[in-house]
């Protein structure tokens, strides 16, 4: 995907409290290689939203709030102060912190246009970057929970190693399958803004579904940048992270009473419904079938 280098002046990047700073785009640590858990930490005690995440059910984790898988969690590790670091630093620290950065930015610009048009008041979110454990607003950031979205300081987190381990370990390669992930994240931004919440595990399908279809929302309003290939990559990003996927291979057996983000193929259809319209309004998860 043709995006725009990021303007600094532009955006609220920075890095988490004790993020100490960022790895070089390697594996993602010891976490992020524990079976097939690293993706995405998903809503647990911020804002009035309390989930039970799929990987509690299953190993027994807890994540932070939102995005696009559940994930692990656990006690930060606190690192000295090194100063605040500059838009600029931050987002040029590897190749996966520009592209986000940019990715980010786009998003930002497509929503705020949204809003715009529907005379809705618009609040930029933050990206903060750690590098294997930091903090949110939620609590604990950790490589282990991957992307998410912390509704209590408006902030989406993410250590970067998560897109080698999405590409490595998944087989969702590709810049736009990156860039779903920051517009998923986002997605859980525009819901916080309109003061979508969610609790159980059926709500929280139904507004993980709504953040991926709100994520191709933003690259079908960014259709003339979208290369060849690029929807396919989504798409199998999508298919890689839905619920029943990531529990036959974790655990050899699918079960649907403990999903909270949606089979791959609910995933893959929200996505693509959102790059098809191009319209919010039809990423209405909460009526009817999902």
Not at 41 to 69: D, K, N, P
Request: net charge negative; charged share 20%; with cysteine.
């Amino acid at each position: 995907m043709r995006l725009d280098d990021f303007d600094p002046n532009d955006i609220d990047v920075g890095e988490a409290r004790g993020g100490g700073g960022f790895g070089g785009g390697g594996g993602g640590g010891g976490g992020l290689l524990i079976g097939l858990l690293p993706l995405v930490g998903s809503r647990f005690g911020c804002g009035g939203i309390v989930v039970v995440l799929l990987l509690l059910a299953v190993f027994g984790g807890l994540g932070s709030l939102g995005s696009l898988v559940g994930g692990g969690g656990g006690s930060p590790i606190s690192q000295p102060s090194q100063g605040p670091s500059s838009v600029t630093q931050v987002c040029t620290s590897n190749p996966n912190a520009k592209s986000a950065c940019n990715a980010f930015e786009s998003a930002q610009k497509t929503w705020e246009a949204i809003f715009a048009r529907e005379g809705r008041q618009f609040e930029k979110p933050g990206l903060r970057f750690f590098s294997g454990s930091g903090q949110s607003g939620c609590g604990a950031a950790q490589s282990a929970m991957g992307p998410f979205y912390c509704p209590s300081d408006h902030d989406i987190y993410l250590d970067t190693s998560f897109f080698d381990e999405l590409a490595s370990r998944f087989g969702a390669k590709g810049d736009f399958a990156q860039d779903y992930v920051i517009a998923h994240e986002f997605g859980h931004h525009i819901q916080n803004l309109l003061g979508r919440s969610a609790r159980g595990n059926e709500q929280s399908v139904r507004l993980e579904l709504q953040a991926d279809c709100y994520a191709g929302v933003w690259a079908a309003n960014n259709r003339d940048r979208l290369d060849p290939g690029d929807v396919q990559e989504g798409l199998t990003a999508a298919h890689a992270i839905g619920d029943d996927t990531l529990q036959q291979e974790t655990q050899g057996r699918v079960v649907p009473d403990s999903f909270t983000h949606g089979t791959s193929a609910q995933r893959m259809k929200w996505l693509k419904r959102g790059i098809d319209t191009g319209d919010p309004a039809q990423c209405d998860t909460f009526s009817g079938s999902i």
